[in-house]
């Protein structure tokens, strides 16, 4: 029920009726007449009507009541950086070092053209509410796959879009009622099955994506970071083998924040972040009035909460999909921005701010020198996580992961900020420095006097930490069957050969080059086993394809530089084979824990040249094999010369 509360009295003017607008079957005793009222605004937080705003007017029509609109005017914005980041240095960054000889990628301009306020309105109507329907929704559009938050862009009108944003926050809400009522009668089995993570106080709606997934039990870095991390709210160091699900072991904690959050928002969350009902009335004021788009965007941005950093773009858009998943029944937003992508798109993205960002540090530093407004209050997020941390610290790989951290760490927050920092293979230089044993059970603080961990914490201002290392065999998987081809340099193409025709399956082969991968791809295509290439020189989009085609097919080769050694989770590779030795003990680590993930089965060769021996020699001593590798089984029966 609205309320009028008077300003300067009430502006009432009698109205003549030109045709019959009431019923005869209305009870009409009393009515003296009709009457406009002309001099008020609607005051939807109080419910109330504000007498005396001008612009808007009233009439009957048809029975009801309707504000007229005022025609919009066109408008015109451009926005232009002031200075230009280096656009390559961003993309390289983004890669392994071994890929410097990749050739230069082209990039598009920076200088981005935001065509009118008209536009930026549209979209700020069509904010990035994610919906259960989209996130779903499966793409072979790369950018689209990054950008599963974004909605579709139509022309229809604004106040059209306005019901529809209306409309569409409905349907959120009555999706998730259905989903309870659907399932409420299996409710009390799902949390009896789900008890290992509910007794985290995980909100139910995560626990439920959860269990849709299958994932009834934690991981066991999963379990060991959830009670530090949600309870005590400490910062994490975690380093647990490949595949072991590190991803949800800081995604699940920060979904389960910023869930907290959204239900019940302090002072100063709400300061940061405009509310539904103020973006509304900012819209239809700017409707009336035209007023300033950047004003509208202010009062309707949610706050940046969350900031992932990954190192490879690939991983990036993996770590997001990863958590959209687990968030799919929550109303967090969660958006990617990478190298090699239509920056366009992605500033779209970014302009409806999300409220986790995962990011390569080349193109979300871009993003900070443009100055984008989401990005200028860096300092208040709440959570950080740097994954793949030790290769993200490797000194001269990422000096914008510096700028960044700089931003973030520039100012002591008035909400703490929780750092999250993973990987296969961090703990292996800090187990050094801490003299941690093999398998010894770890809840340790950093040592202070380790110059890499004094470098990490500086980096990061994180003072003491929870380390959960659970890297027993330094980040090797129990389910991982190692083994080695001891070859000739000319040799290494027959075996490989030899083994894609002799072991049929998902195989990813990893070259230390780009000319490797570039050679082997055209060898195996003249011998029709259609390999599919991956490097750093390729487009963005064909990178993704190839990576698509090679989940999609149960026989496929992928032939990869080390861009695809971390982080990338690809279920059913069933071989990883080093046609290079890897040039560190981390880089066998990663490209081996492709294979043999979440408990699966796996195997690995390594082809060993004459002149690799003293690196594979090298590379043995710092995994602290006692034994060496057992040779691969060749059947010298067949012919694959
Ligand atoms: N609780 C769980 N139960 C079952 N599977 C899970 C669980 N948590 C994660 N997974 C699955 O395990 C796989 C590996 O997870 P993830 O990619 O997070 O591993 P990771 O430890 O980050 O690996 P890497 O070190 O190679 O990056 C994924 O497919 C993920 O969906």
């Not at 109205?15 to 002309?38: A, H």
């Not at 306020?117 to 549209?122: F, I, T, V």
């Not at 788009?293 to 309707?300: A, H, L, P, Q």
């Not at 080695?484 to 000319?490: A, E, G, M, N």
Request: with cysteine; hydrophobic share 35%.
């Amino acid at each position: 029920m609205v309320k009028v509360i008077p300003k300067n009295g009430l502006s009432w003017k009698p109205l003549s009726l030109k045709s019959r607008v009431l019923s005869q079957n209305l009870d009409l005793d009393g009515l003296i007449g009709v009457e406009e009222l002309t001099d008020y605004c609607l005051d939807k937080k109080n419910k109330t009507v504000v007498i005396g705003a001008p612009k808007t007017t009233a009439k009957v029509k048809d029975g009801g009541v309707k504000k007229k609109r005022k025609k919009k005017k066109p408008l015109k914005t451009k926005v232009k950086s002031k200075t230009k980041p280096n656009l390559q240095e961003a993309e390289n960054n983004e890669e392994e070092v071994e890929e410097a000889e990749a050739d230069k990628e082209k990039t598009e301009g920076i200088n981005v053209t935001v065509s009118s306020k008209k536009k930026k309105l549209k979209r700020k109507q069509n904010p990035s509410q994610v919906e259960v329907s989209e996130l779903s929704a499966n793409t072979n559009d790369p950018d689209d796959q990054v950008n599963k938050t974004e909605e579709i862009q139509s022309d229809e009108p604004s106040s059209k879009k306005l019901k529809q944003k209306k409309k569409k926050k409905q349907t959120y809400t009555s999706a998730n009622k259905e989903l309870l009522e659907v399932d409420t009668s299996n409710n009390e089995d799902m949390f009896v099955q789900m008890a290992e993570w509910v007794k985290f106080n995980i909100p139910e709606t995560i626990i439920r994506a959860l269990y849709q997934k299958g994932f009834k039990t934690p991981t066991k870095i999963q379990s060991m970071v959830m009670p530090s991390a949600l309870l005590a709210r400490k910062d994490i160091v975690g380093a647990a083998e490949t595949g072991s699900g590190k991803t949800l072991a800081f995604g699940i904690p920060i979904l389960t924040g910023i869930v907290n959050k959204l239900e019940n928002p302090t002072e100063e969350d709400e300061n940061d972040s405009g509310l539904e009902e103020e973006a509304e009335e900012v819209l239809e004021e700017l409707e009336e009035e035209s007023a300033n788009t950047t004003e509208f965007v202010k009062k309707t941005r949610n706050k940046l909460y969350a900031l992932i950093l990954a190192p490879t773009r690939e991983l990036a858009i993996q770590v997001q999909n990863h958590i959209l998943d687990a968030g799919k029944y929550t109303p967090v937003k969660v958006a990617c921005v990478v190298g090699g992508m239509s920056t366009e798109k992605q500033l779209r993205i970014l302009n409806k701010c999300p409220h986790i960002l995962v990011a390569t540090p080349g193109r979300l530093w871009e993003f900070i020198q443009l100055g984008h407004f989401h990005l200028t209050e860096l300092y208040k997020i709440n959570y950080l996580v740097i994954d793949e941390t030790d290769r993200m610290i490797e000194s001269g790989h990422f000096p914008e992961l510096k700028n960044i951290l700089d931003r973030v760490t520039m100012t002591e927050t008035s909400q703490p900020r929780q750092t999250f920092v993973f990987s296969a293979t961090l703990t292996h230089s800090l187990k050094n420095s801490l003299n941690l044993k093999k398998g010894q059970s770890k809840s340790k603080k950093v040592s202070k006097g380790d110059p890499s961990i004094k470098r990490l914490q500086d980096l990061l201002n994180i003072k003491s930490p929870k380390i959960v290392d659970l890297t027993e065999k330094i980040g090797i998987t129990k389910t991982l069957t190692e083994s080695k081809i001891l070859c000739k340099h000319d040799e290494k193409d027959s075996y490989l050969y030899y083994f894609i025709l002799q072991h049929p399956g998902r195989t990813l082969v990893f070259c230390n080059s780009i000319s490797s991968v570039k050679r082997l791809t055209q060898l195996l295509t003249m011998l029709k086993c259609s390999p599919l290439p991956l490097h750093a020189s390729m487009n963005q989009r064909q990178r993704l394809k190839n990576l698509d085609r090679f989940r999609d097919q149960n026989n496929s080769i992928l032939l990869a530089t080390d861009v695809a050694a971390r982080g990338l989770d690809i279920p059913g590779i069933e071989h990883v084979i080093h046609y290079h030795v890897p040039r560190t003990s981390e880089i066998y680590i990663h490209r081996s824990g492709r294979t043999a993930r979440a408990n699966n089965e796996g195997l690995t060769v390594v082809l060993i040249e004459s002149d690799e021996i003293p690196l594979y020699i090298k590379m043995f001593n710092s995994l602290e094999k006692k034994v060496d590798l057992p040779d691969f089984p060749i059947d010298e029966s067949v012919n694959y010369r």
